[in-house]
């Protein structure tokens, strides 16, 4: 996997610097000091900042420990101090290439992935411009910490690298290299990289050159991983609950036989010189909409101005008061707009780019961006938006610190950039940062002779920006407070039966309806609180001919109500240290919440009003059908999505104007487009209000206070339509194969489905569910192993089961990435391997490890609160508890083989998948 700075349309922000959001919060609360764990022999003690302690080992070796005792999970993070800026002439896609061979795995552990799978870790790896990290997120469990730090030390040394492991995975890392060229957004993001970069290694895509990449060999990739898999070289972190000193003893059993390395890292020379004038690029090729992209050198991650710089970006393109929205998006030129500062070990970038609206000019558009960044835009940033911005900064600087892979991750970025205690010290500068200090710096580094853009515009008289210094980390830390542990939070038992035992679940029955509610208060880090408040209304008959109005509806709730506009509202969730989500799915809207236990009532309260008194604001549906007309052009030549509106169209008994209906893209855009405001006010006025209202809660909250919330806000609101589940019973489709053809698309999709008269009370599902497992839902399954592993079609290959708790009505999914070439191999490896097991079946071992792993992963989901919130919801819905899953999962374990290939028998057949594979007719 690549670790890239963005995605289309979405920012990734590096986790010490996180977006701009919608909540208001304070830097975590330090601590009293605690003692840190004794090291055992061969380990000397570091620092410590906030629970998080560094130790390091004879050899070299790094080890950062976070202990956090709040959650049952641990993550494991060993970080090598290596990416793509590290590659020589003709090494691009090096580091890239080792990270997928690691997996490929050792002489005592040769398929490390099905060893994941078979054990329940979510694990992958990433590789960047500076490291790359393999990471493991599991259920607490000593036995399983012992053996994935057991394999972290194999791995270090004894990886094959074997050029059998390379030819076999090399049609795999193609096919990964295409799908990022599918991407007209980081297709052009890459070549403004390259463009203002002329000679430092990050103007290189990290996944490297096609030529070097196939032509890799393997004495030279042996020497790369045995110059920087090192000991010194790496940073192996441990965050959330396991026992320090048992982790340090182990560490030292694992690691300590490790020899130092005697070899010196190659020095690096090479710094960017300043860039003297602007530079543009401009690339065409079919698909999508156009974007127009400003990106400007800065310093280095460490350095101090870098945080201003980043608050800085985040305040240019915040949505809907940013200078960059105002001047685009609120003038019609662009549906969105994003701004990211790229913090990198070396001098980075800061990147600023626009989704210009279809029709509009995207010359003006990116003229227009880059003169709202070179001056205007910074002067009109006011302490409003400073404050606003290094609120929900800090809040999810917080939210990152109370979750253990959370915080792994950000410590591994971190140490990428020179140290792990940065994640520390730059939450300490962005407290401090004036206004002044943030357009300082954006005057001094947002210039047009720093800038590369999608087009070359000459500028007279260039003035140049200030030459990026040196950083002194040593310096630069020595402020910083150390020896500060985490605030301790109190055990929970995630079992489901005490899951179901500490809930309060009871029906409110009020003059204009019933309020459902499932109440589980328990200790969080932060006291953290989720909710998931849900309103049903209406029938299928009442639904009819409204089409998309009911989407819509619900997508305007937040962006107007009786006294608050779209950014008032926005104010409010920062004030609230809050995060919303509200979701229109035909005839229920769900609002998932996230805030403290201070602020849940209020919150509550707010979330009602919005739901109550919406103003639908004509700029606003102006705003989202521009959005829509975006999505729906890159729609329009997405493989994957074409794939899957052919197969929901095809099975679809359903006429136009029924709710269950699925349109073409084109049919959605003409609906958007004839929607009114009057239509939007008409719906709700008609449909929403009290009547069949759920609520769920999970954290550190006060159900009484809830309750009292709930019926305030919920007092006096009209009794909606009385609800009726709209059906979606089980129909014959006859299979079908669809070849869609998307000329110029480097990457493929292949979706097949099969309909299944299946419901989840059906005694068969537990045996369907571990048949799906073993068949493609996992990196240990058949599909995995035959199309990802052996032959090499395609980079994400599996399937999926789906079964209504309602009705008899499910089906089987089965999925594909591939290059476009390789499609026809891919339909034939996927038949036969559906016969193949169909034939041999699965043995009991096989059906034992699953039925292992589904478990381990079912505990780790019940260490999330949002996902027991969301459990909660479905419960509340079904009318089911946590009894529910303690009696499926005892199910599981009763399983055998017999009954699992009996299930899978009578179930799967091959020939009746509707098939659509869509790709390019005729690649070159």
Do not use: C
Not at 223 to 245: K, M, S, T, W
Not at 292 to 301: E, R, S
Not at 490 to 512: L, Y
Request: hydrophobic share 40%; glycine share 8%; net charge negative.
């Amino acid at each position: 996997m690549l670790r890239l700075a963005l995605t289309a349309l979405l920012v990734l922000s590096w986790p010490l610097v996180p977006q701009a959001g919608q909540a208001e919060t304070a830097a975590a609360p330090v601590a009293q000091v605690s003692a840190a764990p004794t090291p055992p022999a061969g380990i000397q003690a570091g620092p410590m900042v906030q629970g998080v302690s560094e130790y390091r080992l004879d050899n070299g070796l790094r080890v950062v420990l976070a202990p956090d005792a709040s959650r049952p999970q641990t993550t494991v993070n060993m970080t090598y101090l290596v990416g793509s800026r590290r590659e020589g002439p003709g090494e691009t896609g090096m580091a890239h290439l080792l990270e997928h061979l690691m997996f490929r795995g050792t002489e005592t552990q040769p398929d490390a992935l099905a060893e994941f799978s078979r054990r329940g870790l979510a694990a992958n790896g990433s590789t960047g411009l500076d490291v790359t990290d393999y990471y493991a997120t599991f259920a607490s469990d000593p036995d399983t910490l012992r053996w994935f730090l057991a394999w972290q030390a194999d791995a270090m040394r004894h990886a094959r690298v074997s050029r059998a492991d390379l030819d076999a995975e090399m049609t795999v890392v193609r096919n990964e290299m295409e799908r990022g060229e599918n991407s007209a957004f980081g297709s052009v993001l890459q070549q403004t990289v390259a463009a203002a970069y002329m000679w430092h290694p990050y103007g290189r895509s990290v996944i490297g050159a096609r030529s070097d990449v196939e032509h890799v060999d393997i004495p030279r990739l042996r020497a790369f991983y045995d110059r920087y898999y090192q000991p010194d070289n790496a940073v192996l972190i441990v965050a959330g609950r396991f026992d320090p000193d048992q982790v340090l003893a182990w560490i030292a059993a694992d690691f300590g036989p490790i020899a130092r390395p005697e070899r010196s890292l190659p020095a690096e020379y090479t710094v960017e010189p300043v860039q003297q004038g602007a530079r543009s690029i401009t690339l065409r090729r079919p698909g999508g909409s156009p974007l127009a992209l400003a990106l400007y050198h800065i310093p280095a991650g460490p350095a101090p101005e870098a945080a201003a710089l980043s608050i800085g970006a985040d305040m240019l393109a915040d949505a809907p008061s940013g200078p960059l929205y105002r001047a685009l998006v609120d003038e019609g030129l662009a549906s969105s707009v994003f701004g990211d500062a790229r913090r990198l070990a070396q001098p980075g970038y800061v990147v600023f780019g626009a989704q210009v609206q279809p029709g509009a000019d995207a010359h003006k558009a990116l003229d227009t961006l880059a003169s709202t960044l070179e001056g205007p835009g910074i002067d009109a940033l006011d302490q409003a938006a400073l404050d606003r911005v290094r609120t929900a900064w800090l809040r999810q600087w917080k939210q990152i610190y109370n979750q253990p892979g959370a915080l792994a991750s950000a410590l591994s970025d971190a140490a990428g950039l020179g140290d792990w205690r940065l994640f520390f010290l730059v939450r300490d500068q962005v407290e401090a940062l004036e206004l002044q200090q943030v357009q300082a710096q954006l005057h001094a580094w947002l210039l047009p002779a720093n800038r590369t853009t999608g087009l070359y515009l000459p500028t007279p008289q260039p003035q140049n920006p200030p030459r990026a210094a040196a950083v002194d980390l040593d310096t630069l830390l020595a402020p910083l407070e150390t020896g500060t542990s985490r605030p301790e939070v109190a055990d929970f038992d995630t079992s489901p039966q005490a899951i179901d035992a500490a809930t309060q679940r009871r029906t409110v029955e009020m003059p204009n309806g019933s309020l459902h509610l499932a109440l589980l208060p328990k200790p969080t880090p932060g006291d953290q609180v989720q909710a998931v408040l849900q309103l049903r209304f209406g029938s299928v008959e009442q639904f009819k001919g409204l089409g998309v109005v009911p989407a819509l509806t619900s997508t305007m709730l937040q962006r107007g109500a009786q006294g608050l506009d779209r950014q008032q509202i926005e104010d409010r969730l920062n004030a609230l240290d809050a995060e919303i989500d509200i979701d229109g799915d035909e005839n229920t809207v769900r609002v998932d919440m996230q805030t403290t236990r201070e602020h849940l009532p209020d919150l509550i309260g707010l979330v009602l009003r919005l739901l109550r008194e919406p103003t639908f604001p004509a700029d606003e549906l102006a705003k989202i059908r521009r959005s829509v007309a975006t999505a729906t052009e890159f729609a329009m030549s997405d493989p994957g999505s074409l794939a899957a509106n052919a197969l929901e169209r095809h099975g679809q008994p359903w006429g136009p104007d029924d709710i269950r209906y699925t349109p073409t893209p084109q049919e959605t855009l003409a609906e958007v487009e004839g929607a009114t405001r009057e239509d939007l006010a008409s719906f709700h006025e008609r449909f929403y209000g009290a009547g069949d209202v759920a609520v769920s809660v999970v954290g550190d909250f006060d159900p009484e206070a809830l309750e009292a919330s709930l019926r305030a806000g919920l007092e006096g609101w009209r009794t909606a339509p009385a609800y009726t589940r709209i059906p979606r019973p089980w129909h014959a489709v006859p299979a079908r194969a669809f070849h869609i053809p998307t000329p110029g698309k480097a990457n493929a999709n292949y979706l097949a489905t099969l309909p299944l008269k299946l419901q989840d009370t059906d005694p068969r599902y537990p045996a369907l569910t571990v048949a799906n497992y073993l068949l493609g839902g996992s990196e240990d399954s058949r599909l995995w192993q035959r199309i990802r592993v052996r032959d090499g079609l395609s980079y994400s290959v599996g399937s999926a089961l789906d079964a209504s708790p309602w009705e008899p009505s499910g089906s089987w999914t089965l999925f594909a990435s591939m290059a476009p070439q390789n499609a026809a191999a891919l339909e034939s490896a996927v038949r036969d391997t559906l016969r193949a097991a169909l034939r041999d079946g699965f043995t009991d071992d096989e059906v034992r490890d699953a039925v292992g792993s589904l478990l381990n992963f079912q505990q780790l989901g019940l260490s999330s609160d949002r996902r027991l919130a969301l459990r909660w919801m479905h419960y509340l819905r079904t009318d089911r508890s946590f009894d529910w899953l303690l009696d499926f999962q005892a199910k599981l374990r009763a399983l055998d083989a017999e009954q699992v290939n009996a299930a899978l028998r009578a179930t799967l057949d091959p020939e009746g998948f509707s098939v659509a594979v869509a790709a390019d007719p005729d690649p070159s």
